[in-house]
């Protein structure tokens, strides 16, 4: 697999599974407008574009540093999606009401800036990224063009799918149940569980 769709795949992982992030893009573009749903995207995108570039050039330090460790990396990053994956599965099945602060914000500029900032606090976000990079064995030897093919692939994948649950906000409105968000989450959830598995077979 080409660094870039890796990137896609990785990209499509962190943001499939619908979280506090997800249903307040969801709920903005319900309650205000499908522009400020897509400005709310953008700025979780932008999040996951960041920290993907971060694990991409941390990740790559670390294989110098380290060297060559054959499939240990593949076990650690697979071992670490399946945790992610199972309390993300665990949250989605316990989810409550979502605080509706986020979506009351002004502009689209404004909008934006909170998603790119609730996103960016989010610890999980990175590990998941160097997880994926180092599971798959990317930042061995990884050349500057396959690291940027990796982030942008990441990138877009992600902006896509936050620009479609804005869309599905819009377009839905009311009609998306707790149980419809509940069952989403755990669907994304399962695509980070197929990606471990991708992982640890390749370390074996």
């Not at 400005?39 to 050039?57: E, K, P, Q, R």
């Not at 896509?160 to 149980?179: C, D, E, F, N």
């Amino acid at each position: 697999m080409s660094a870039f769709w890796s990137g896609v795949v990785a990209g499509y992982g962190i943001a499939v599974p619908v979280g506090a992030i997800a249903i307040l893009i969801i709920e903005t573009s319900m309650r205000s407008s499908l522009r400020k749903g897509l400005a709310a995207g953008a700025g979780a995108a932008t999040a996951d574009f960041v920290y993907a570039t971060a694990a991409v050039l941390g990740g790559a330090g670390i294989a110098a540093a380290v060297g060559d460790t054959g499939s240990v990396f593949n076990y650690i990053g697979g071992a670490l999606l399946v945790v992610m994956a199972i309390l993300g599965i665990r949250r989605a099945l316990q989810a409550g009401p979502v605080s509706r602060q986020a979506g009351k914000q002004g502009g689209m500029a404004a909008t934006y800036a909170a998603f790119l900032g609730l996103t960016l606090v989010n610890p999980a976000t990175v590990i998941y990224f160097v997880a994926v990079v180092m599971g798959l064995g990317l930042a061995a030897g990884m050349t500057p063009v396959q690291g940027a093919s990796f982030v942008v692939g990441a990138g877009l994948a992600s902006l896509s799918w936050q620009w479609l649950l804005a869309w599905a906000g819009s377009s839905l409105g009311a009609r998306l149940t707790g149980s419809s968000r509940k069952w989403i989450g755990v669907a994304g959830n399962l695509v980070v569980l197929a990606l471990a598995a991708v992982i640890f077979l390749g370390g074996s």
